[in-house]
């Protein structure tokens, strides 16, 4: 390949004390709890709204607040959803605390929590790099309609979701498995007689909430026409009568390489209108329902993670180890999707899991914390802790820990884990077994 070297003279046109990349369900959370510790604090998004997968990639419901009805992930992550309520915007399923929730309101509310924080917003911005002082930090560059920018801060937080910002500065990452978790893209139907659905809520300990009788109608109109990939067949509503969204395509990509992202749009996007004809036709729920839309963007479940000072194990994770620096839970079931058949490995919790801030940060770089998916763990407990509740629960322990450096100037690693934990359990983060 052919290299070109770029030189160019950038303005900067902002000092923070924390700059948070990436605005989904980490991100927004995150930027939140740093402002609140009294941070002056930027948000930096690739989109023109926040919530990531949950409004980008129309992921739903939102799992899992609760373990056996017992709320184990709060703090600001609940609030949010209180407010979400409150506006019409959400529904809570007990006993697990799945949301199912309306994609526009959760853009409305999560802009107002960010703004009435203090936040400052910088929308339709694409981090493209760092400047480093040796790891530490110094600035983020963003590409957006003003051109390239950069913005100065003394702490940052990845929370791209692929770890865009620890990938620039240079932090090892996880090996790479042979086969990522497939990528899906949701599709929203309407017209769908929702009182025919038997399993539109996705509640009870233990069960995967997968259509099984759909299921066997797609396997029985397999064996007579070939059938691109699916998963589940799952689906959620959206609190608006006869829509529904549709978890069912999948396909291997690596979503962190930008050419195969895009063959899988297109490829995705083909097989939502195969498997529209085919709810229309054989499923009688469907039979009077059209595409709404398709999500903006293919839903990535898996790329890349930092190798962190602690990777967090399957073992430590099924045993729910507890740990001194605990910062956040998680109590979804083990959750891995084949990406070459319809397979998936369900695994169910005997307890809630706890996730250490070891996890949350790279050794020997001093400035920089990583909240959401792209946290230091294995395959096995990434597949639990990367659904929403406990990313949010991981953005509001980065933040704190922002927060809580910035006065003294400390090293990530060098926050008071005893102080960090405090605040987090002040704020209602269940941090005890
Ligand atoms: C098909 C599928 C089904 C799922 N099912 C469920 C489910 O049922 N329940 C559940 O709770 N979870 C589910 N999940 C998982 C969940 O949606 C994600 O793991 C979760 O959203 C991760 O949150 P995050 O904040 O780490 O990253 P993301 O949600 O990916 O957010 C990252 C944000 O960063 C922005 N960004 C990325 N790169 C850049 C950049 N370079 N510059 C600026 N901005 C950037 C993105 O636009 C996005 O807003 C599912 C995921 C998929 C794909």
């Not at 009788?213 to 067949?233: C, H, N, S, T, W």
């Not at 953005?395 to 960090?420: E, K, T």
């Amino acid at each position: 390949m052919q290299y070109l070297t770029l030189t160019r003279t950038v303005p900067v046109v902002a000092d923070y004390d924390v700059v948070v990349c990436g605005g989904g369900p980490s991100g927004f959370i995150a930027a939140i709890a740093a402002a609140r510790l009294g941070a002056r604090t930027a948000l930096v998004e690739r989109l023109g709204f926040l919530g990531g997968m949950a409004t980008a990639s129309l992921v739903a419901p939102i799992s899992v607040f609760n373990y056996n009805g017992r709320r184990v992930i709060d703090g600001i992550p609940w609030e949010f959803i209180e407010r979400l309520i409150d506006v019409g915007g959400a529904r809570e399923e007990k006993p697990l605390g799945n949301i199912t929730f309306s994609p526009e309101k959760y853009k409305l509310v999560a802009q107002r929590m960010v703004l009435e924080a203090g936040v400052s917003l910088y929308f339709h911005s694409h981090l493209t790099g760092c400047k480093k002082e040796g790891n530490r930090l110094t600035h983020i560059y963003i590409d957006n309609k003003n051109g390239t920018e950069a913005i100065a801060a003394g702490y940052f937080i990845d929370c791209t979701g692929d770890a865009d910002l620890s990938h620039q500065a240079g932090v090892p990452m996880q090996p790479v498995k042979s086969e990522l978790q497939p990528a899906t893209l949701i599709f929203m139907l309407g017209g769908v007689d929702t009182g025919m659905l038997p399993k539109i809520r996705h509640s009870d300990q233990g069960v995967n909430y997968h259509d099984l009788d759909m299921k066997r109608i797609f396997e029985a109109v397999g064996q007579k026409q070939k059938l691109p990939l699916y998963g589940g067949p799952w689906y959620c509503g959206v609190l608006d009568e006869g829509l529904v969204l549709l978890n069912i395509t999948r396909t291997y990509a690596n979503m962190a390489d930008n050419r195969q992202a895009s063959q899988t749009e297109c490829l995705l996007r083909e097989d939502v209108f195969t498997f529209v004809e085919l709810l229309r036709t054989h499923v009688p729920a469907f039979r009077n329902a059209f595409l709404v839309m398709t999500a903006p963007q293919a839903g990535t479940r898996e790329t890349r993670r930092i190798q962190g000072v602690h990777t967090l194990t399957g073992d430590e994770y099924l045993e729910a180890t507890d740990f001194p620096d605990a910062v956040s839970r998680g109590c979804h079931p083990v959750d891995i999707h084949s990406a070459e058949s319809t397979n998936q490995v369900c695994k169910f919790l005997k307890d809630a899991a706890f996730v250490p801030y070891r996890c949350l940060i790279a050794p020997g770089y001093p400035n920089l914390i990583v909240g959401g998916r792209a946290f230091s763990a294995d395959g096995i407990s990434s597949a639990s802790v990367r659904v929403q509740a406990s990313v949010m629960g991981l953005g509001q322990a980065a933040g704190v820990a922002a927060g809580l450096c910035v006065p003294s100037g400390a090293d990530v690693s060098g926050v008071d884990i005893g102080q960090l934990r405090a605040v987090l359990t002040n704020w209602g983060a269940n941090l005890e077994k």
